[in-house]
């Protein structure tokens, strides 16, 4: 687990031959097709329409959806909870992960026992854990009731920034570990000789952390901010079971307002409408952060070793 | 079942999967449990098929008369399967949109039932009533407006009147020495003395919206009388403008300043019955709520109910109000309608379902053995003879009493107005916007 391996997965650059293996794509590319771009079309095309989700007729309306989609304010709103969903979460989730990660990735046998019992939350079900949480957060008969602690015994859900608060916390709690695992691998995948060579050139641990490890990872990085942006747009069962986008619209994300307004006030034109808003924001973040950190994807970062 | 992590790399097939495929999930984990004994396997082809709420005791009746049903009619047998409250109502809904829903539906009637008749999902049983006479004839006459869309009935009234009243802790009222409130004043009076003791004056299940609906409901009746929301429903322009509204709306906001409901309310569902628990574990003195509420608080509340513990009363009169103090709020009744889409052969079930087996004498008996009013003509013998005939007596007074019944407004209104009107009541007692606001807010979706 240590030189070897990281010295076999070294990226392979040269030998690359063109066509040949594409039919390779093909399954892919038929399920991308069709859970992706099928049901993307009909999402654009249901934004110009109105219908009710119940099996009434589905009626050409023009730009009427976007129009009533565009004018409210419970667009901006969503959107600037959403923004604030995703920044900080990303803000908890890095830098937890990648300590993790890099502890995680020593070989000692208790941190792979750790690794394990991090891993745990990952397993869960969103809706499971958001039931838990509520159950445990209960000002009156949760766990800060049951237990005696004042401190614990909070409006947790009902005050606006304690809501948002719970909603970051338990996304972090659920998705960090699947970072960490991210951060593992990439750490073991660091050279040994590296640190070898600072070692002898006199750096400490802080040092080769943030000359080597971090330096080292800032790909691992990209790829795990890359999910953690973009999957935190799409949050949505676990807000919807812990808050229900509550208190008042307080936690109420984009993806949660399509839900309600598509489900519960049966107006699909609109939710449409805010589905197709959410694919392109979801797209250009993903490609701001490709080009972030795409620029120099040909640089090797190992020079010299 | 939870799309997980690893698979957010293909983006596009979330954003559009996720919400709807959690969505589901998660009304899929939430309840659904076939019930109704025998009815599995062949059933799909001719039997029928029948959507109801979960939550016992009420769980238990319709369950029982499905299987009486199936015992008696072994060759059309329904399969039943229940569904939490909240999740029902969407799942409902996306079943009608997919053509997946169920023979028999069971509902509130009013708006909702009005959206699904509009798009042509349920069928029209004037026609079935008025051959059979007899199955109209005996059920109360107030319980079929809800039932009724432009002069024709698509849903079969059934189960229980259910009003909303006033209920409370007799033994927390002893503990502070205070009577319960016979007017607003009153209320406001009581809030200071039982917060002083460390009990909250109301228990509330703040995060489903419609609780907090309820206490809108009544002060709109009390302070303004019927009209004002009649006039909301006749979609006049401006109507939530209405002096009465702004003065209802107020008393609200000012009753939360007065923390005159728990801390926390709004983390509370009323789905978990937790709002139910803090009443009768004595945290809370007081609560606005549905009698559906009395059977489980008989079940989950210990001697709380069968000691005589748990006091009840109509919603007080506000001082120089419109509205008449008979008046209530609430359901009057529920509603089994039958889908438009179902086979020839399932709607013949359904019907002989209606005929024989809904509200049949054993399921009446039920009803009021749980503390239920059922919705048949005549029962009064049998509720005076019943375990608790204070409380139906009680049940049975308000809702033949009472002068104007209005119709829970999330049931009356369409989806789309009964959507905003939910989400402007949650900000309006979390005290994020004005009643100014909330009515202006409101009378944007006026008709809609």
């Known amino acids: 687990m240590s030189t070897s391996t990281a010295a076999a997965t070294r990226p392979a650059t040269g030998g690359r031959r063109p066509g040949g293996l594409a039919w390779l794509a093909v399954p892919a590319l038929v399920f991308f097709v069709g859970f992706a771009v099928i049901p993307l079309i009909g999402v654009l095309a249901l934004s110009f329409t109105s219908w009710d989700g119940i099996g009434g007729e589905i009626l050409f309306a023009g730009f009427s959806s976007w129009q009533a989609v565009l004018s409210d304010p419970g667009l901006p709103h969503a959107l600037w909870v959403t923004f604030l969903v995703m920044a900080l979460s990303w803000a908890v989730q890095t830098p937890a992960s990648i300590l993790l990660g890099v502890f995680l990735a020593g070989a000692q046998r208790y941190r792979a026992v750790l690794a394990v019992v991090y891993f745990i939350p990952l397993l869960l079900s969103s809706a499971a854990i958001a039931i838990a949480y509520k159950a445990l957060l209960d000002p009156n008969f949760g766990l800060g009731a049951g237990l005696g602690i004042d401190l614990l015994v909070q409006d947790w859900l009902g005050v606006p920034e304690l809501a948002f608060g719970v909603v970051i916390f338990v996304v972090s709690w659920q998705f960090i570990p699947f970072h960490s695992l991210i951060y593992q691998a990439g750490v073991r995948q660091i050279p040994r000789s590296m640190y070898e060579a600072a070692e002898l050139d006199g750096a400490g641990r802080v040092r080769r952390f943030f000359s080597i490890t971090l330096p080292q990872l800032k790909y691992t990085i990209i790829t795990s901010s890359t999910l953690m942006v973009v999957g935190s747009l799409t949050f949505f069962d676990l807000i919807f079971v812990l808050t229900a986008g509550g208190p008042g619209d307080a936690t109420r994300v984009l993806a949660l307002d399509m839900y309600k307004r598509g489900w519960q006030a049966n107006l699909m034109g609109p939710a449409s409408a805010i589905a197709v808003i959410l694919v392109l924001v979801g797209l250009t973040l993903a490609l701001v952060l490709r080009r972030i950190g795409g620029r120099d994807a040909a640089h090797s970062q190992q020079e010299g070793v | ?448």
């Open chain 2, 1 to 448: 079942m939870e799309p997980r992590t690893p698979s957010r790399r293909t983006f596009l097939s979330l954003a559009l999967g996720v919400p709807v495929g959690a969505a589901l999930a998660s009304c899929g984990t939430a309840g659904p449990a076939p019930s109704g004994g025998g009815a599995s396997g062949g059933a799909k082809a001719a039997g029928a098929t029948y959507w109801y709420l979960s939550t016992q005791p009420q769980e238990g009746i319709r369950t029982g008369s499905v299987e009486r049903f199936n015992k008696a009619n072994p060759n059309t047998p329904i399969t039943g399967t229940t569904f939490q409250n909240d999740a029902y109502k969407t799942k409902i809904k996306t079943a009608l949109g997919a053509g997946q829903a169920p023979t028999v539906i069971w509902g509130w009637g009013g708006g909702t039932l009005r959206s699904y008749v509009q798009a042509g999902q349920v069928d029209d049983l004037t026609p079935w009533f008025d051959q059979n006479p007899a199955v109209k004839d005996r059920l109360f006459p107030s319980s079929f407006g809800a039932a009724t869309i432009d002069g024709k009935i698509y849903a079969m009234p059934a189960e229980a009147v259910q009003p909303i009243v006033l209920f409370y802790n007799k033994k927390v009222f002893d503990q502070i020495g205070a009577a319960p409130p016979q007017s607003w004043d009153d209320i406001m009076a009581l809030v200071p003395k039982f917060n002083k003791a460390g009990i909250a004056p109301f228990s509330l299940g703040g995060q489903s919206r419609w609780t907090n609906m309820m206490w809108l409901e009544f002060l709109f009746d009390r302070v303004g009388g019927p009209e004002v929301f009649q006039a909301v429903f006749d979609a006049q322009k401006d109507a939530w403008s209405n002096p009465d509204s702004i003065k209802a709306l107020t008393m609200v906001q000012d009753l939360i300043k007065a923390d005159g409901f728990i801390k926390g309310f709004s983390s509370i569902t009323a789905d978990s019955n937790a709002d139910q628990a803090l009443l009768y574990t004595g945290k809370a003195a007081m609560m606005l709520h549905g009698t559906w509420t009395y059977g489980s608080m008989s079940l989950d509340g210990g001697d709380f109910v069968s000691g005589g513990h748990l006091g009840y009363m109509n919603f007080p009169p506000v001082t120089g109000g419109k509205g008449d103090p008979s008046n209530t709020v609430g359901n009057p009744g529920q509603y089994l309608s039958i889908y438009s889409k179902a086979t020839p052969e399932q709607k013949e079930t359904a019907k002989k379902f209606f005929a024989t087996a809904v509200l049949s004498d054993e399921e009446v008996k039920q009803w009021i053995d749980t503390g239920s009013v059922p919705i048949v003509k005549g029962t009064e013998s049998a509720l005076a003879a019943a375990k608790d005939p204070e409380w139906l007596q009680f049940q049975y007074g308000i809702a033949s009493n009472a002068k104007a019944f209005g119709q829970s407004w999330d049931q009356a209104l369409s989806p789309t107005a009964a959507e905003t009107l939910l989400d402007n009541i949650a900000q309006l007692f979390q005290l994020s916007i004005t009643p100014e606001q909330f009515a202006s807010n409101m009378n944007a979706v006026i008709g809609k």
